[in-house]
């Protein structure tokens, strides 16, 4: 399934709300953050409309199925 979106880093109150519930629902990313130095990002992933998709703009996100 294809959608059409936009990726960014999330950052501030809902990064970290989101890493909560990340690693809530899976602890080993908290083992993982433990053996590095650098801020595991999470990308947050917004659908667009339809309309703002033309031949200028990057192709639709690839969904898993």
């Known amino acids: 399934t294809w959608i ?3 990726a960014r880093a999330a950052v501030g109150e809902e990064r ?6 990340i690693t809530q629902e899976h602890p080993r990313y908290l083992a ?5 130095a650098r801020e ?6 917004e659908r667009r409309a339809p ?3 033309d031949a200028e703009t990057e192709p639709p996100l690839k969904t898993a199925d």
């Open 40 to 45: 595991i990002p999470i990308v947050v992933v």
């Open 32 to 36: 993982y953050q433990e053996k590095t």
């Open 16 to 21: 970290e709300r989101l890493w909560r519930q």
């Open 51 to 53: 309309a703002r998709l």
């Open 4 to 6: 059409e979106g936009h």
